[in-house]
């Protein structure tokens, strides 16, 4: 009878033992997503409502003072307003030098070239490479100043311009088992009916714009 009360004990212990790890990654994943926003709060994120800044990261230089690894980008697309369609721009690493951004330019096709002509008011192809340069030195400089809790151990952030349903950003952080999305609506005015709804019932961050949601991480 001893060992049996014993080895119940044991089951019970597991059991809570389990669903307390289960509630600290939840804590986790909630922390994560309030300490984004205590990083990030108040910035401008003017130039990244239109860009796709997703797939393709890939780990960079280990940064010492935050303990945490840079991410660079091969690729980032971005919405060309006049198809409705998002445009893939070939990307060169940050901190290369004026040959490496040439090459990477060069990999741009002929209807990238025109819609980057038209988007940067450039006139003529020494123009465009330079207008591409500034372009995506400027994306590097929006994205390295979005800041991640030094604890979460990663710079690695999905960026998600929403042109098409409305004026906000969706900025994606993952751990091994939840995916935190947080939101920022810089116009409410300009959601669709589907978004509109959607903030409307979704856990606020504040009053000025700042949203967030937690979901499982199925991918692991």
Not at 123 to 138: G, H, M, R
Not at 139 to 157: A, D, L, R
Not at 162 to 170: C, E
Not at 188 to 205: C, D, G, I, P, V
Request: with cysteine.
């Amino acid at each position: 009878m001893k060992l049996k009360a014993f080895k119940m004990t044991s089951f019970i212990l597991v059991i809570m033992m389990f669903i307390s790890s289960c509630e600290q990654k939840e804590i986790d994943a909630d922390k994560l997503c309030k300490e984004f926003y205590q990083l990030n709060m108040g910035k401008n994120f003017d130039g990244l409502y239109d860009v796709l800044i997703a797939n393709s990261r890939v780990r960079s230089v280990y940064d010492e003072s935050v303990d945490q690894y840079d991410y660079f980008f091969p690729i980032i697309s971005v919405y060309d307003f006049k198809s409705e369609n998002f445009i893939t721009i070939p990307v060169f690493k940050k901190g290369a030098n004026l040959a490496e951004k040439d090459s990477i330019f060069k990999r741009c096709d002929q209807r990238t070239k025109a819609f980057l002509s038209d988007k940067l008011k450039a006139t003529s192809e020494k123009d465009l490479l330079a207008a591409y340069i500034q372009y995506v030195d400027s994306i590097y400089i929006k994205y390295y100043n979005i800041k991640t809790p030094k604890w979460h151990s990663s710079k690695n952030v999905i960026v998600e311009g929403h042109p098409r349903t409305g004026k906000f950003i969706t900025f994606t952080l993952k751990t091994l088992t939840k995916i935190c999305k947080c939101y920022f609506v810089s116009d409410k005015s300009s959601l669709n009916e589907y978004w509109s709804t959607h903030f409307s019932s979704m856990k606020k961050l504040d009053d000025k714009g700042w949203y967030y949601e937690i979901s499982d991480n199925k991918e692991k």
